[in-house]
């Protein structure tokens, strides 16, 4: 925001259009719609161009402002301001908010008024007949866009397809479309890399450009097409996290725990930066399935590698226990978890509400009022303080109930993040 405060300072006589219009957008960013709309009104007439409708427009378009993006359109359209981005906004917000009649009679006016598609546009074009399950309609488009002299094609627009392919049950289709994906990747990152000497650059994107792909193929329920790409991938260039994580998240969902934990060790051999969503993902897949064993080794790895699980991974251990019905487990993986957590972060609330039972039942007053102590010492929210409040006064196992519970008096509650001790008696 300084930046803004900084082009706010300068006289609007000094004033670009295309910084105008960055301010603009920030201005909705941090302040809001309303602020955003006060400040173009505000511009001289000099700076109310284009560039500054274009950009209220877009910022329509993010807070999904159906009405005053039509007007702010219409507006546009009578002062000739016909340009395929603000038409391509409006295509985006259509389909958005499912208002697919009104996207087909844009594209019309497109054709009629001879406004040209650039490859963003056909995008949405092609990803609103995805959305509509009109899969006719998408492969008469795509033959549109391969036919278009303008037009490079690229591989996003395959993988739209592919999704399309794949939301009708067509696999075979499916699979036509990635491979001609696959082949456009490869292109665009020899290109890279002739263009630039920076070549972790094109690497990356065409890693992301993979995670697609991977990620397509999984929901096929093709392992051995994920193994391909994801060795394609590796062998000439760094691997990096997000990656690591899409190819080990692909392999859970095809239910590969042995292949999921070697990549896992691949990773952390050869990491450049540590990243616990990664072993996290696997935590919470071993647990799921019962393997506490195989999840504790997870963590022991973590330790011997000189990393530190933290808060969540604490969590999902205590998730795992609780199921497994480990109490005294899931008691110390639960304390673990709230001693280690940061502001924001908050403890599983069922399981906090088995160990509070079982310390309960265990009559283990000073086991619960540690918990409590950890408790009182971390930043929680107004609204997950209130309720774990109302579950120790109330004692109500079903505690997702406790959301809709009716408030009881204040001179008959006690708050356990006040100063009343912890009471057993007083929770039947």
């Given amino acids: 925001m300084k930046v803004s405060e900084w082009i706010n300072s300068i006289q609007h006589s000094k004033l670009k259009p295309a910084d105008a219009a960055v301010h603009l957008d920030l201005i909705a960013k941090v302040h809001g719609l309303e602020q955003a709309e006060k400040y173009f009104e505000r511009l001289p007439d000099n700076l109310r161009v284009i560039q500054t409708h274009g950009a209220l427009l877009n910022c329509y378009v993010?807070?999904?402002?159906?009405?005053?993006?039509?007007?702010?359109?219409?507006?546009?359209?009578?002062?000739?301001y016909n340009k395929t981005l603000s038409?391509?906004?409006?295509?985006?917000?259509?389909?958005?908010?499912?208002?697919?009649?009104?996207?087909?009679?844009?594209?019309?006016?497109?054709?009629?008024?001879?406004?040209?598609?650039?490859?963003?546009?056909?995008?949405?074009?092609?990803?609103?007949?995805?959305?509509?399950?009109?899969?006719?309609?998408?492969e008469k488009l795509l033959m549109r866009m391969e036919a278009?002299?303008?037009?490079?094609?690229?591989?996003?627009?395959?993988?739209?397809?592919?999704?399309?392919?794949?939301?009708?049950?067509?696999?075979?289709?499916?699979?036509?479309?990635?491979?001609?994906?696959?082949?456009?990747?490869?292109?665009?990152k020899?290109?890279?890399?002739?263009?630039?000497?920076?070549?972790?650059?094109?690497?990356?994107?065409a890693g992301q450009a993979y995670e697609f792909l991977l990620t397509l193929y999984a929901t096929m329920g093709r392992k051995d097409e994920v193994l391909?790409?994801?060795?394609?991938?590796?062998?000439?260039?760094?691997?990096?996290?997000?990656?690591?994580?899409?190819?080990?998240?692909?392999?859970?969902?095809?239910?590969d725990l042995d292949g999921a934990d070697k990549m896992l060790d691949e990773w952390l051999a050869n990491k450049e930066y540590f990243d616990i969503r990664i072993p996290d993902l696997l935590v919470t897949a071993f647990c799921k399935k019962g393997h506490i064993e195989r999840a504790e080794s997870?963590?022991?790895?973590?330790?011997?590698?000189?990393?530190?699980?933290?808060?969540?991974?604490?969590?999902?251990?205590?998730?795992?226990?609780?199921?497994?019905?480990?109490?005294?487990?899931?008691?110390?993986?639960?304390?673990?978890?709230?001693?280690?957590?940061?502001?924001?972060?908050?403890?599983?609330?069922?399981?906090?509400?088995?160990?509070?039972?079982?310390?309960?039942?265990?009559?283990?007053?000073?086991?619960?009022?540690?918990?409590?102590?950890?408790?009182?010492?971390c930043e929680f929210s107004a609204e997950f303080k209130d309720v774990i409040s109302r579950y120790i006064r109330k004692g109500d196992p079903a505690f997702q109930e406790l959301y809709q519970a009716e408030e009881e008096s204040e001179t008959s509650e006690q708050d356990i993040f006040g100063d009343t001790e912890l009471n057993f008696e007083h929770t039947s």
């Fill in 62 to 80: 993010k807070f999904k402002s159906l009405r005053k993006a039509e007007e702010m359109m219409q507006k546009m359209r009578q002062l000739g």
């Fill in 87 to 138: 038409y391509s906004a409006m295509l985006t917000l259509y389909v958005q908010t499912r208002k697919l009649e009104k996207l087909d009679s844009l594209v019309q006016e497109m054709d009629s008024k001879g406004i040209p598609f650039d490859n963003f546009s056909y995008n949405i074009w092609l990803n609103a007949c995805v959305v509509g399950s009109d899969i006719v309609g998408m």
């Fill in 148 to 188: 278009d002299p303008v037009i490079v094609m690229q591989w996003n627009s395959y993988v739209i397809a592919a999704n399309g392919y794949l939301k009708a049950g067509d696999f075979k289709k499916a699979e036509v479309v990635l491979k001609k994906a696959e082949r456009l990747i490869e292109q665009a």
């Fill in 190 to 205: 020899a290109t890279g890399r002739r263009r630039s000497k920076a070549h972790n650059k094109a690497d990356e994107k």
């Fill in 228 to 255: 391909r790409l994801w060795n394609l991938y590796k062998k000439p260039r760094k691997i990096y996290n997000r990656s690591c994580f899409c190819v080990i998240s692909c392999l859970l969902k095809l239910d």
């Fill in 298 to 377: 997870i963590i022991s790895r973590l330790v011997d590698s000189g990393n530190e699980p933290t808060a969540s991974t604490w969590s999902r251990m205590a998730q795992g226990y609780n199921k497994t019905n480990q109490m005294e487990n899931t008691v110390e993986m639960t304390k673990k978890s709230i001693a280690a957590g940061v502001a924001g972060w908050e403890p599983d609330l069922p399981v906090l509400a088995s160990c509070l039972r079982y310390l309960k039942k265990k009559g283990d007053i000073a086991g619960a009022e540690e918990m409590l102590r950890l408790l009182k010492r």
